[in-house]
């Protein structure tokens, strides 16, 4: 190995030892309760989902149970099924997603939360650990998720981060949670690493749903390294920089990989979605819903005869006026600004099917012409709508910060609204747990007692 590839190796073995080695009471309650609460707007994503026959029909496929048992854990679903371990957990992260409404990251690009919730929450389950043991689980294993995300960052997104970092994370997840010491994690952590495929990030705003099976593979493939460090086999060759830079052609930053001081945690960089669709549209829909409010009676009743969307150039790409389904209907942002110019409608259903094939909407999609904002950088998320008549003055309103993402993060209580109106009655005990989870004082209570049904 190069040198900086020793020194990158170095570096993940420290930050592995520091990942057995850390307690709860290590970690700062702050990022406790973030964990916590990520937990639960993952987990009320994941039943929002139950909505889409697609999801039904692939967890009929396993052929569900309709009581807990060993080694089973429940499905994210408002009706109460179990699964398999590592069934359940894959099933679970594709629900989480499906509506593109789990939280993100302000500085990485990977969703650190989808990858390792879903395999932890359901080994805790399935294992009978208990809540503050989860709870450090996840603070953890995100952590070291969103360092190996930044130690090889690709700028321009070649490769979804879904297929890269699943399998980490799914396995950092169950190897914080199950208590392994460095060496093992670091043999399963390598294998991991060289189980990651690197999809190309373009079929998503093609509107490809494979995304969804990448990040349900990818967690079952966390399990997969599990059993790997279980059957005593060794630690595969080469290191994980000369695997990761090969994939992703990208040096490994040696700094990314350092373990966090107390004020360097990545989880006070989460954020969490308020709008179903891909975070990069979401100040253009929201401009769209202003417009929208603010436009008289006459000028709603008028057909513009084009609307023009001034966003930042990662946006330029979600162009599509003619998305096929749900799946490019949430990175459309000729959909998204139609369906709120229309219908002033910012749902999950609405953003994704069930207005895609609606006249107006269709109509509208095919005039919203997308434009790059003058001097935006690549973090710059803020965008302009214009709708505009012929001979008419136009009717433009600005959105700097969307609801729910890093410039207007949604509060606790936001947050827990959000919750309950996706989940409704579905988990109530484990959310109310959640939220009121006390790092000083917690109760270790098994987290299979907190299930319902």
């Given at each position: 190995?190069?040198?900086?590839?020793?020194?990158?190796?170095?570096?993940?073995?420290?930050?592995?030892?520091?990942?057995?080695?850390?307690?709860?009471?290590?970690?700062?309650?702050?990022?406790?309760?973030?964990?916590?609460?990520?937990?639960?707007?993952?987990?009320?994503?994941?039943?929002?989902?139950?909505?889409?026959?697609?999801?039904?029909?692939?967890?009929?496929?396993?052929?569900?149970?309709?009581?807990?048992?060993?080694?089973?854990?429940?499905?994210?679903?408002?009706?109460?099924v179990w699964l398999p371990c590592r069934d359940a957990a894959g099933l679970n992260a594709i629900r989480a997603n499906w509506n593109q409404l789990d939280g993100g990251h302000t500085a990485v690009m990977c969703h650190a939360g989808l990858y390792t919730v879903g395999p932890a929450l359901a080994a805790a389950e399935a294992w009978g650990a208990d809540l503050p043991t989860l709870v450090r689980a996840v603070a953890l294993s995100y952590e070291a998720t969103c360092r190996l995300a930044r130690a090889w960052?690709?700028?321009?997104?070649?490769?979804?981060?879904?297929?890269?970092?699943?399998?980490?994370?799914?396995?950092?997840?169950?190897?914080?949670?199950?208590?392994?010491?460095?060496?093992?994690?670091l043999d399963g952590l390598l294998a991991a690493a060289s189980l990651s495929?690197?999809?190309?990030?373009?079929?998503?705003?093609s509107g490809s749903p494979l995304p969804y099976l990448w990040v349900g593979a990818s967690v079952r493939q966390g399990f997969l390294c599990l059993d790997w460090h279980a059957s005593g086999l060794t630690r595969p060759a080469p290191g994980i920089a000369t695997v990761m830079t090969g994939l992703t052609g990208v040096q490994g930053d040696v700094n990314a990989l350092a373990v966090p001081t107390p004020d360097g945690w990545s989880m006070r960089q989460a954020y969490h979605k308020h709008y179903a669709c891909a975070q990069q549209g979401t100040a253009a829909l929201e401009a769209a819903l202003l417009a929208h409010r603010g436009a008289t009676s006459t000028q709603r009743a008028a057909l513009p005869d084009r609307i023009v969307v001034t966003v930042h150039p990662f946006a330029l790409t979600m162009d599509n006026p003619e998305p096929e389904s749900e799946f490019a209907a949430r990175f459309s942002i000729p959909h998204l600004v139609a369906v709120a110019w229309c219908t002033g409608r910012d749902d999950a259903l609405a953003l994704g099917g069930a207005l895609l094939h609606e006249p107006t909407v269709a109509l509208i999609r095919k005039r919203v012409q997308l434009v790059p904002a003058p001097a935006a950088g690549p973090q710059d998320r803020a965008a302009r709508v214009s709708v505009q008549w012929r001979g008419k003055p136009p009717l433009e309103h600005e959105c700097t910060a969307a609801r729910g993402t890093p410039g207007r993060p949604l509060a606790a209580h936001e947050l827990r609204e959000k919750c309950d109106r996706l989940a409704e009655r579905a988990f109530a005990r484990l959310r109310h747990a959640l939220f009121a989870f006390a790092p000083a004082n917690a109760s270790p209570t098994p987290v299979r007692d907190l299930m319902d049904g």
């Open positions: 190995m190069s040198p900086a590839d020793v020194r990158i190796d170095t570096a993940l073995r420290r930050l592995c030892d520091w990942l057995a080695r850390t307690q709860r009471a290590d970690i700062p309650h702050d990022i406790q309760l973030a964990a916590a609460h990520i937990m639960a707007d993952d987990l009320a994503c994941g039943v929002c989902a139950d909505a889409h026959r697609p999801l039904a029909a692939l967890t009929s496929r396993y052929g569900t149970s309709r009581a807990p048992g060993d080694g089973l854990a429940r499905v994210w679903s408002a009706e109460p960052c690709q700028a321009d997104a070649p490769s979804h981060p879904h297929a890269l970092w699943g399998a980490c994370g799914a396995f950092l997840a169950l190897a914080t949670l199950g208590g392994l010491e460095r060496d093992a994690m495929p690197g999809p190309s990030f373009s079929l998503t705003a």
